[in-house]
Nanobody, 116 residues
Framework: QVQLVESGGGLVQPGGSLRLSCAAS????????MGWYRQAPGKEREFVAR???????MYANSVKDRFTISRDKGKNTLYLQMNSLKPEDTAVYYC??????????WGQGTQVTVSS
């Protein structure tokens, strides 16, 4: 099973930026896909963004044009660059991976709070 460790969360003012990282065990470019979900208090976990093995990306409408997902092959790390943050982006953000064997793994989550 793939091990995933997120970092980079924190408190930021509206309009600010954060970059989340997800360090993975194994070669992330061999995985079927990796991505991010988030869960706000009292709400269900929702899709944020994903990238497939061939580099195809997809974003939730709520974050399109503000968030960017990317991968670093040398570091086996997935990133989520978040710009123009809004209070409604406040949530615990979870990294996931679907590896080359079709197995799903999740990270422990990192808190993002957008508040003045």
């Amino acid at each position: 099973q793939v091990q995933l460790v997120e970092s980079g969360g924190g408190l930021v003012q509206p309009g600010g930026s954060l970059r989340l990282s997800c360090a993975a065990s194994g070669n992330i470019f061999s995985f079927n896909q990796m991505g991010w979900y988030r869960q706000a208090p009292g709400k269900e976990r929702e899709f944020v963004a994903r990238v497939t093995r061939n580099g195809s990306t997809m974003y939730a409408n709520s974050v399109k044009d503000r968030f960017t997902i990317s991968r670093d092959k040398g570091k086996n790390t997935l990133y989520l660059q978040m710009n123009s943050l809004k209070p409604e982006d406040t949530a615990v953000y979870y990294c996931y991976a679907n590896d080359q064997y079709g197995r799903n793994s999740w990270g422990q989550g990192t808190q993002v709070t957008v508040s003045s």
